[in-house]
């Protein structure tokens, strides 16, 4: 049965590489030349794989070779042998590249619906209900006990960009505290580069309010 | 993997930071989940979990342990651009845009570098370009004496730097001696000062000459405070092949005086110096000369109260 297959598909090939590609001809021959394949029950099914993936590899298992018929070679084999061989690697590409994107993709795994886009629920109750909850609640005088500081503390006015006492820490901060100033207005305002502002700020205020904000037993 | 985000946003009391926060989190750990499966090891010690940093600035960093720090945007998934704030430009290993979403999130590229606060999602690279970036970034000093180096390293016989001469490089003063006289001497020295003392000789007379080795400059810049501050790193092959002669040399740009207290030191791998020195009150140059053998790993460092800027290298 199989030589009889073997022979058809064979002779199929050969006509369709007989005319010139491209051709009308030669498409007509290749299309009897798959619906035979497809038709002979001997085509690899995927051993289980996944149907649209499966779909997937044999589009593009034709897609190539049909390109390069005259590859085949009489001699290395059957032609269903010779396609069942590059389908098999096709299922694999095909597969691989599913396994990427699907790594790409987190789940949150936990079965709480919360729109990361819209304003949060009442910080006060807790969504995952079954953790304990260590945390603190939402201090709303945070922003009160860093304002005062900033009105008292000294040293913050006298940490300032070179040359620029009016760049100093308690103005920087103070614009940075929500809702902040952006850096570009900012620096139009102080008449500075936003790069120096960002630079200052990591480097010098940020430090400076975390401590302070470490030694009030915040965060 | 959620709770944690709220836990860290409900700490603030604007509306607004709680929303920045909690996705800024959900980025971070959506890209954290991905880089572990991938056996890269991560922490928790970035400024995305900082209450300062969160409260101050909009930042979503994810700490790669022993290499650096890698922003991690989250995204609304029905958005065509990624906001980076101009608080993440610097001292980033790059920059993951993440779609974050009700029950998930989705990596969508990556991006070594930004300049813009709003980047099209189309400009994204393919993910897998981020490995590349998450190694610490090395200078080969081998490369460097055949004439390869990393962009940032401009050649000193190229630089243009405003105001500044090139001699104010060298603080060996320019004595007329003919070339080989003082290709002899730089082959007969018999140690390190005397080495650079000529070989400065020569860079002033003819930077091009096969044995006035190669310098290259970093320049510093706004990194340390608006101080104007040049790195120069000169590589000399010495005459036992296997070795060579290293020079770090700071220099300032704008001022006349380096700022007091600026340091310089050459660091081991394992982080402890080898050697040091500081800038005094009125020092217009610092430097430290040393040997290195051929594959040798050190680092080199600059720092100014609480900035510092790290470079790596193999000899």
Redesign the interface.
């Known amino acids: 049965m199989t030589d009889s297959l073997d022979r058809q598909l064979q002779a199929l090939l050969a006509e369709a590489c007989a005319y010139p590609a491209e051709s009308i001809a030669r498409q007509k021959a290749l299309t009897q030349f798959v619906a035979v394949v497809e038709n002979s029950g001997k085509l690899w099914r995927g051993a289980g794989a996944d149907r649209d993936l499966y779909a997937e590899a044999l589009n593009e298992n034709w897609l190539y070779l049909l390109q390069r018929i005259e590859t085949y070679d009489p001699g290395r084999g059957a032609v269903m042998t010779w396609i069942n061989f590059y389908l098999k690697n096709r299922l694999k590409d095909v597969q691989m590249a599913r396994q990427k994107s699907l790594d790409r993709k987190i789940d949150w795994g936990d079965e709480v619906g919360l729109n990361p886009w819209e304003t949060l629920p009442d910080p006060h109750s807790n969504p995952w209900a079954t953790v304990e909850d260590n945390s603190e609640p939402p201090r709303e005088n945070l922003l009160d006990v860093i304002n005062l500081w900033l009105r008292s503390d000294r040293s913050l006015r006298r940490m300032h960009v070179l040359d620029r006492p009016d760049i100093n820490g308690a103005v920087v901060i103070g614009n940075r505290l929500p809702p902040p100033k952006k850096w570009k207005e900012l620096a139009l305002e102080l008449n500075a580069k936003p790069d120096t502002l960002t630079n200052f700020y990591h480097n010098r205020c940020l430090p400076k309010l975390r401590s302070f904000l470490q030694s009030k037993g915040f965060g | ?3 944690v985000a ?2 860290s ?11 920045e926060v ?2 800024n989190l ?1 980025a971070v ?2 890209v954290e ?2 880089l572990i ?1 991938m056996g890269v090891k991560t922490g928790r010690g970035s ?1 995305s979990y ?4 969160q ?3 909009d930042v979503a960093d994810l700490e790669i342990l022993g290499v650096g720090r890698l922003e991690c945007r ?1 995204v ?1 998934p029905k958005a065509v651009h990624c906001d980076v ?3 993440t ?3 980033r290993l790059g920059y993951v845009a993440v779609a ?9 590229g990556f991006l070594p570098e930004v300049q813009a606060q709003q980047v099209l999602l189309d400009r994204f690279e393919p ?1 897998t370009n981020l490995f590349e970036a998450l190694v610490v970034k090395e200078n080969s000093l081998s490369d460097w004496l055949v004439g390869n180096a990393r962009d940032r390293w401009i050649d000193l016989k190229q630089w243009k730097p405003q105001g500044n001469p090139l001699a104010a490089f060298c603080h060996t003063p320019v004595v007329e001696r003919p070339v080989e006289q003082i290709v002899t001497a730089i082959n007969q020295a018999q140690d390190d000062e005397a080495l650079w003392s000529e070989s400065d000789r020569l860079w002033q007379i003819a930077p091009e000459h096969p044995q006035a080795g190669v310098r290259r400059v970093l320049d510093l810049g ?2 340390l ?3 104007g501050i040049a790195l120069v790193v000169g590589v000399l092959p010495k005459e036992d092949d296997g070795e060579v002669a290293v020079l770090l040399r700071i220099a300032p740009l704008q001022q006349v005086y380096l700022p007091q207290g600026l340091t310089l030191a050459g660091l081991y791998p394992d982080g402890n110096a080898f050697a040091r020195v500081q800038a005094r009150e009125s020092d217009n140059l610092i430097q430290l000369k040393f040997q290195a053998n051929l594959g040798e790993k050190f680092s080199v460092q600059v720092m100014l ?3 510092s800027i790290t470079e790596h290298f193999t000899a």
């Open positions: 993997m959620r709770d709220w836990r946003a409900r700490r603030h009391p604007s509306r607004e930071k709680q929303g909690f996705r959900l750990q959506a989940t991905f499966r400024d900082d209450l300062a940093a409260l101050s600035l989250p609304n704030p101009m608080e430009w610097n001292d974050i979403e009700e029950t998930q999130a989705t990596l969508l993910l706004l990194a405070e608006g101080n109260g609480d900035c």
